[in-house]
Every structure is written in C-alpha cells, then in structure tokens.
C-alpha cells in the first residue's frame, strides 16, 4: 500500500514555473514507477510525464516536452516535477500516481488527491 501527498500547486502568470511535489509513505517507494498526470475541465486525465522505479527512464509527453522535468528521490521518497515556461493551457488538477510500471497507464494503482495548478495569461 502506498499513501501520495501532493504539494506545491497554486497560481502563476505565464512563462513562470512551478514545482510539485508528492511525498510517498511506505518503504516501498522505490519499487514503483511513478507519474503525473493532469484532468483540465471537461478533458480526460492525461500522463504528463512517467519515471522509472530508478530513476534512470522518464517519459514526457509531447506537450510538455522541453518544459517540464520528472524526477525522485528515492532516499526521501518523493517524486517531483519541475515546470517552467508554463501556459495558461497547462491550467488542470495535477495527480501523483504510483504503479508497477511507469510505461502502462494501468499499471497506475495509488493515486494522489491532486493539487490544483492555474496559469493566467
């Protein structure tokens, strides 16, 4: 069983940055792969970008790419997303998600409960 606490959402202009952040009980942490995920109003949830149980593999989507970072600390187990150049687009609740594997999108079986990003233009 895994708990994810999500932190570090909130408003910011366009252009700006963010970083989430989503702290993991249990001393499993580094067994899973992790991902964030996004539901904007009236859209489905999406993966925003996917890490490995070591770190070593990331996954972006195209979106994103070249904006925001994955990354984990499996000694603090934490997982974290670093976002810059942001757009009012990027605008959505953002979820923390853990699962058997960061690639398949139903590996995803402990969730987050979210924390909300808005980028005003």
């Known amino acids: 069983q895994v708990q994810l606490v999500e932190s570090g959402g909130g408003l910011v202009q366009a252009g700006g940055s963010l970083r989430l952040s989503c702290a993991a009980s249990?001393?499993?942490?580094?067994?899973?792969?992790m991902g964030w995920f996004r539901q904007a109003p009236g859209k489905e949830r999406e993966l925003v970008a996917g890490?490995?149980?070591?770190?070593?593999?990331?996954y972006y989507t195209d979106s994103v790419k070249g904006r925001f970072t994955i990354s984990r600390d499996n000694a603090k187990n934490t997982v974290y997303l670093q976002m810059s150049s942001l757009k009012p687009e990027d605008t959505a609740v953002y979820y923390c998600?853990?699962?058997?594997?960061?690639?398949?999108?139903?590996?995803?079986?402990?969730w987050g409960q979210g924390t909300q990003v808005t980028v005003s233009s």
């Open positions: 890490i490995s149980s070591s770190g070593s593999g990331t």
């Open positions: 249990g001393r499993t942490f580094s067994r899973y792969g």
């Open positions: 998600a853990a699962g058997t594997s960061a690639a398949v999108l139903t590996s995803y079986a402990y």
